[in-house]
Antibody, heavy 120, light 108 residues
């Protein structure tokens, strides 16, 4: 079964750092494009970052320079290192697989999310 | 940045009725549009991709249409499990992507 499970969320003070993990099963994170998407409380969805099957990455303007996406093929896990956290980073963070449907890629499998709260 | 505006914000209908949800883009996204369903406490679920193609396993009562700037998601006959929040998402500047603000489909 294809599955994603996020962990690592919690309460963190402004300016702090946190690393989120996303454990995959049923497919390889190294062979697929993977994204992080977040949802602030009571708000809509915001794409955060993507990593291609190679080392190339992409970030939303709101997190570029503060967040880093990476993966570990040995544990089949995707990561999101979040530094210099701000109150506006408070959200549930989802990881998702980018899957080719037709000619293009869409997020077809999502984890259940992990909650991050940035507050003093 | 391309802005997606969904309407209405809330749609109140009864099971068995037809639901029509709209998504308008601030500039053309061709057919690079998806629809997702999200229930409380759950992750989003991909319903439609490329504006009109159902994702694997999605029931035939869900259909999408449109191109350019105006898109529609139709649920032909609402089932109790269809009451949720629906988001459209554009990928014309992929990997960057943006979502609409969502339409809440609630039981009347």
């Amino acid at each position: 079964e294809v599955q994603l499970v996020e962990t690592g969320g919690g309460l963190i003070q402004p300016g702090g750092s946190l690393r989120l993990s996303c454990a995959a099963s049923g497919f390889s994170v190294s062979s697929n494009y993977m994204s992080w998407v977040r949802q602030a409380p009571g708000r809509g969805l915001e794409w955060v970052s993507l990593i291609f099957s190679g080392p190339t990455t992409s970030y939303a303007d709101s997190v570029r320079g503060r967040f880093t996406i990476s993966r570990d093929s040995s544990t089949n896990t995707l990561f999101l290192q979040m530094n210099s956290l701000r109150a506006e980073d408070t959200a549930v963070y989802y990881c998702a697989r980018e899957w080719q449907l037709g000619r293009y890629y869409y997020m077809d499998v999502w984890g259940k999310g992990t909650a991050v709260t940035v507050s003093s | 940045e391309i802005i997606l505006t969904q309407s209405p914000d809330t749609l109140s209908l009864s099971p068995g009725e037809r639901a029509t949800l709209s998504c308008r883009a601030s500039q053309s996204v061709n057919s690079y549009l998806a629809w997702y369903q999200q229930k409380p406490g759950q992750a989003p679920r991909l319903l439609i991709y490329d504006a009109s193609n159902r994702a694997p396993g999605i029931p035939a009562r869900f259909s999408g249409s449109g191109s350019g700037t105006d898109f529609t998601l139709v649920i032909s006959s609402l089932e109790p499990e269809d009451f949720a929040v629906y988001y459209c998402q554009q990928r014309s500047n992929w990997p960057r992507k943006t979502f609409g603000q969502g339409t809440k489909l609630e039981i009347k």
